[in-house]
């Protein structure tokens, strides 16, 4: 049987690049995989910054072609990449969503308003023409590597992600349909335990089923600091 292709939506502030790794280690394993490279974390030249929605739109049109060729698939959304995934494949038949230390706002919300917070208040804070910048010196040590210089290396490659993307309230959610899994990154300091269990809570409540939750002692950015084992999970997850 054929394994599910596997498509990645990366967080807040990313290129695909980031994931390229992960996508390779996928491949070797024999799940076609790729990653998503959103609007909103690219500065268009004469285009206004992107929106939440041209983010899920984006994860939809590529959810929609895979499937329209007959595979199965299964989305993993990282970070802020859990907010467009959950609008933007509602009523989209794929085999599973998996959020990875993701945010999965309630019907309504938008990614602000689901994990309110000192560091969303400074993002905010940050804008300039519509556009949040990080500090690479301040966000090495949120993202769970062990070595703070190759932390910084990964954070300078974080530079910048549009406001409308954070402020857009989502309208409907693809895991009141979808089997859901919740990899919970039981060291992480951005998107906090606190944050994490609420998803998950809320999840349950509208759905009315349990989530399949995966607890691991990693931080926010285990395709840096745990590649091989998030693999691994990840496989498993994806032939559930």
Sequence with gaps: MTNPSIVIVPGSFTAKGIYQDLVDRLRAKGFPALAINLLSSQKRLGL??????????????????????????????????????????????????????????????????????????ALLDSSVGGYMHSDPAQLASGLGIDSWEFAYECAQKLPHHSVAAFTEKTTQAAYETVPVSYMFTEK?????QEHQESYIKMMEEVTGSKIDVIRKPWGHCPNWSHPDELVDVLVKVAEK
């Design 48 to 121: 206004e910054p992107a929106t939440m929605k041209d983010d899920a739109k984006r994860v939809r049109d590529v959810a929609e072609a895979l499937l329209a060729q007959g595979k199965e698939v299964v989305v993993l959304g990282h970070s802020y990449g859990g907010v467009p995934m959950t609008e933007g494949l509602a009523g989209v038949p794929v085999k599973r969503i998996i959020y990875l230390a993701a945010i999965a706002p309630k019907v309504g919300q938008s990614h602000v308003e689901s994990m309110p917070g000192p560091l969303i208040d």
């Design 188 to 192: 992480d300091v951005i998107v906090t």
